[in-house]
């Protein structure tokens, strides 16, 4: 019965480690994205409070 479930607990796991290194990837690259954003609109903010003065 154990022996039936090694191939199983293996494969689970190889899929959940796949998924950990997706979430990874997109946490990371959602936070630089979030934080070019946020770059990107302090710029655009600043100058459009600069053309509006």
Request: glycine residues 4%; aromatic residues 6%.
């Amino acid at each position: 019965m154990s022996l039936l479930l090694l191939p199983v607990l293996a494969h689970s796991l190889a899929v959940a480690q796949l998924l950990a290194r997706l979430l990874w990837l997109g946490f990371v690259t959602s936070t630089a994205i979030i934080i070019f954003a946020e770059d990107m609109g302090v710029s655009v903010v600043a100058c459009m409070s600069v053309r509006c003065r």
